[in-house]
Every structure is written in C-alpha cells, then in structure tokens.
C-alpha cells in the first residue's frame, strides 16, 4: 500500500523553466493538497481539490496551477519558474475529520 | 485566515527528559492534529483529537485538545534519540474543509 506517492523527489530548475510536478493516492480519498514548504514556515497550502473536478486555491497559489486530473492524480504546474519557488513541496490526500492528512515525502525543488 | 502559533520554535534536549511543545489559535478548530516530520520525509500523524478536554496518549508521547478548543499540547516523555524532527500542530475545521498548520517546533536530543 504505497500512500501518497510524488514524483520527481529532485529536480532543479533554471528561471523560466517549467514543469510538472505529479502525485497519486491509492486511499481512496477524496480531497488532495499541495503545500510548500519553506524553512521556519511551516506548511503553507498552495491549492487544494476537495474532489474531483474541483480545485481551489489556499495560502499561497501564485505562480501555479494544478489539475485534479482524476480521483487519484492531483498535479501542479509551475508554467515559469522563479527562485522564489525554490522549495519543498508535499502532495497530501485525505485532511477530512475522519481521515487526518496522509504526506507524500517531498519534491524538493531548486530554481536557479 | 486563520492561523497557529506554535511553540517553541526549536528545543535542544538531553536524552531521557520530558518535552512540552504548545499550539494557541484565535479561531476555534474541531480536530487539533500533531504530527512529526523526520529529515527528508513528509509529516507522519502523530495523534488526533477530536473533542474539547480530549486527553490522549501514544507511547511516551501525551496530547490535549484545549477545552476552549483554541489549543493543544504535546509532551513527549523520557525522550530518546530518534524524537529528532519537526513537530507540526494542525487545526482542522469542518467548515473550511481543510487543516492549518503551526509553522513547527523543531527537536535536538543530544545522547
């Protein structure tokens, strides 16, 4: 049972790149989220899916976009890659009062 | 929005002393949540609460919902080196759908 699944786990970017970041959920939930993660900040929620074919955005959505591309596939995009997006980034499913968040382990993300 | 303040920011611990971490909110939750993130991994539940008072235990760790439901504590027993990490507190409410989380309390314990 493999949870929350992310990939890439690495990936360095030059500014004005862009990419896919993507994560599976095999717990049969429906709501996904993408965080960020920044040293003494905390989790902050960029865009949220509480289910298919909905997405909204949370704390910090500038600069990307995501698709709930099906129950299980939630992905984000970074169309043009700034440093500031320098970052980990989680993909968590669940977050309901029944089913507390389950973590992917992270993309870690470097914008040069 | 709402938002957490948790505390301490970071603790750095002899082997075998008790831990107390906190998280204080100016909006209500229904669920508090902690949860522990080992270096290069996501956050892993710890425990959930999910009513006022709600004392809980797991292991030597210890939880509870504030009974204003504006807080939570955690307290980790006779620590051990392998409570290294960042220890996250999360508010859940229904309404909003979605959890905030305390920017983290991170954990040394020296052997």
């Known amino acids: 049972n493999a949870g929350v699944t992310q990939t890439p786990k690495f990936q360095v970017l030059k500014t004005g790149q862009s990419m896919t970041l993507q994560c599976a959920q095999d717990m049969n939930h429906n709501s996904m989220y993408w965080y960020r993660q920044d040293p003494g900040m905390g989790l902050r929620l960029i865009y949220y899916s509480a289910s298919e074919g909905t997405t909204d955005k949370g704390e910090v959505p500038n600069g990307y976009n995501v698709s709930r591309l099906n129950k299980r596939e939630f992905s984000l995009r970074l169309e043009s890659a700034a440093p500031s997006q320098t970052s980990v980034y989680f993909c968590?499913?669940?977050?309901?009062?029944?089913?507390?968040?389950?973590f992917g382990n992270g993309t870690r993300l470097t914008v040069t | 929005g709402q938002q957490l303040n948790q505390s301490p920011q970071s603790m750095f611990i002899q082997e075998g002393e008790d831990v107390s971490m906190n998280c204080t909110s100016s909006s209500i939750f229904n669920t508090w949540l902690w949860y522990k993130q080992d270096p290069g991994e996501g956050p892993v539940l710890l425990i959930a609460l999910y009513k006022a008072g709600e004392l809980t235990s797991n292991g030597r760790l210890t939880a509870q919902f504030g009974i204003t439901r504006k807080d939570s504590f955690l307290n980790i027993s006779a620590s051990i080196p392998s409570d290294v990490g960042i220890y996250f507190c999360a508010g859940y409410n229904t309404n909003a759908g979605k959890s905030t989380f305390g920017d983290g309390t991170t954990l040394t314990v020296k052997p």
């Open positions: 968590a499913s669940g977050g309901t009062a029944d089913s507390p968040l389950h």
